[in-house]
């Protein structure tokens, strides 16, 4: 409740949070989801774009400083705008913590929950993203069925990263220019499930994802793959 009620705060210091958040999921396993639902809720709040949604609530009001001192973070004015509530950030810059997080760590455990995160913003606000936002969230996903972690532990979070990838390509998937990063990083990414061992299923699914991808290109680039 506190966080969604300085929510309106994001729009400055949003991605430093949305990291601390993530680094607190990593170090403190106690708090792991619930600060990582915290992160979903609080981006899906961002991405909300009217009073009827249910992550709407952005709180009371906005700060008075632009660079405020010490004394000054919690001086606030009178509650904005709808103008002044849309978020200054960018996609991108709002999803990166979350996706630098289920790229970089190291724990399985951190990651299957960064993952799940991400899945429940993908199904909240996935029809909002714009490519960049596309690209970040897709190679997060792509970043799960790699080499270095090939091992057991990690097969549960690939399976959860590999129902962000099917969720993409089945709802979303038109939503990315083929001219754009965003397709070559969901292309890479089928190609990342498709040649994982964590389970011969997923891999073969991918594959076929692939020819979802190609059938839904009726220009020359589908030939690509």
């Not at 929510?7 to 792991?32: E, K, M």
């Not at 999803?95 to 399985?108: D, G, M, R, T």
């Not at 692939?210 to 020359?220: E, H, Y």
């Amino acid at each position: 409740d506190v966080a969604m009620t300085n929510a309106f705060r994001n729009s400055s210091c949003g991605a430093t949070i949305y990291r601390s958040l993530c680094g607190l999921a990593s170090d403190v396993p106690t708090v792991r989801f619930f600060a990582m639902d915290a992160v979903a809720m609080l981006i899906m709040s961002r991405m909300a774009g009217d009073d009827d949604s249910p992550t709407g609530f952005r709180g009371p009001g906005r700060m008075m400083y632009s660079d405020p001192r010490q004394n000054q973070y919690l001086a606030v004015e009178k509650a904005p705008t709808k103008e002044q509530q849309k978020t200054a950030m960018s996609q991108e810059t709002l999803l990166a913590p979350l996706c630098e997080c289920v790229c970089q760590v190291k724990s399985a455990v951190v990651a299957e929950a960064g993952i799940e995160a991400l899945h429940a913003i993908l199904e909240s606000c996935g029809h909002d993203f714009d490519n960049d936002a596309w690209t970040t969230v897709i190679k997060a996903v792509a970043s799960l069925p790699t080499e270095h972690r090939s091992a057991a532990e990690w097969s549960t979070s690939c399976l959860i990263g590999f129902r962000c990838l099917k969720l993409i390509v089945d709802d979303f998937a038109a939503l990315t220019d083929p001219s754009t990063a965003a397709r070559t990083s969901l292309l890479d990414c089928c190609y990342s499930f498709g040649s994982s061992h964590h389970d011969v299923n997923t891999s073969l699914t991918a594959i076929g994802l692939l020819w979802n991808i190609a059938d839904q290109d009726s220009g020359t680039t589908s030939i690509d793959l």
